[in-house]
């Protein structure tokens, strides 16, 4: 049995130094409230195994470094851990309940989680719905656990509405008017990959952008790769060009963009064939040719500049 009646100063005294010596980004974590513990388990020759609840009152936890926040967690967090997969099932339910809670964009308030919790896996009995930049994030199925291969998630995702100006503010991008809405299907990140293979469509510049195929390695590293596939659909180019202050573009497009890479924000690779529509305006300035050629490391420069 463990029970810490103030967690903040257990968490100060003793806790926060050897975790950041550890893992640096502990640093900026903080904890506070109350917390006990009791489980039962066995270790020997042939592995280990452990089984228990943890229950939490007012407990507040804040981690700047990763932009997250929970306020007032009540509740029992069931846990059943070992090192061999193969365990006889053991399923214990658990509630926990929380006044506000805040990671990056996303945030919700006055929640409730459902949990089962089975060998090295919790999982929510009930959907979880999540606000972003003025819309919202279903997660049904949503599951956590350890797998040999490493950390796992999965679940099913569907994203309603959001305001592109609103959620490019928060991340601090180029900012975009539009919406973002999204079917992501069945998802799943283990191994450090992430993938998905719904849809997202995206309603900007006057047209529409799909993305498919989505996939992603290391998300939670300085390392981070992003892969897909995009379609686009009647995009003016006026808009775009000014929004990114690339060089005046005029003109509609079409196209598509496979196999996408992208390195952090940078793309790496990419197979891409884009076309203007014949009617209406089509010019381009010097300021943007200048810019396409580098980013063709000067292949379109000929062909451009006629």
Known sequence: ELIVPDLSRGYDQHLRDVLATLYPAA????LGGTLEARAHGVSNQNGWHASGQIQTGNLNAGW?????????LHG?????????????????????????????????GDGRLALTADWNRWSLAVPWIIDMAGGQIHLDNLSLGREPQGLFIGGRARVEQIDLLQ?????????????????????????????????ARIDAFGGVIQVRNLRARDLF??????????????????????????????GILDGYVKDLRLFGKVP?????????????RRNISVKAINNLAVISQGGLSAALSR
């Open 268 to 280: 790496s690779s990419f197979i891409a064939e884009m076309a203007t529509r014949p009617s209406g």
């Open 221 to 250: 590293s300085s390392y981070r790769s992003f892969e897909g596939d995009i379609d686009v659909q009647g995009l003016d180019l006026s808009l775009l060009t000014h929004t990114f202050e690339f060089g005046e573009i005029n």
């Open 27 to 30: 640093g900026s974590l903080s």
């Open 64 to 72: 700047k470094d990763v932009g997250l926040e929970v306020v007032d």
């Open 76 to 108: 029992t967090l069931p846990f059943s851990l070992a090192s061999d997969w193969d365990q006889e099932r053991l399923m214990q339910e658990g509630e926990l309940t929380y006044s506000r809670f805040r990671a990056g964009p996303l945030s919700a």
């Open 167 to 199: 959620l490019t503010q928060e991340l601090d991008f180029t900012p975009m008017s539009g919406s973002l809405r999204a079917d992501l299907g069945d998802f799943e990140y283990l191994g450090g990959v992430i993938q998905s293979q719904g849809n």
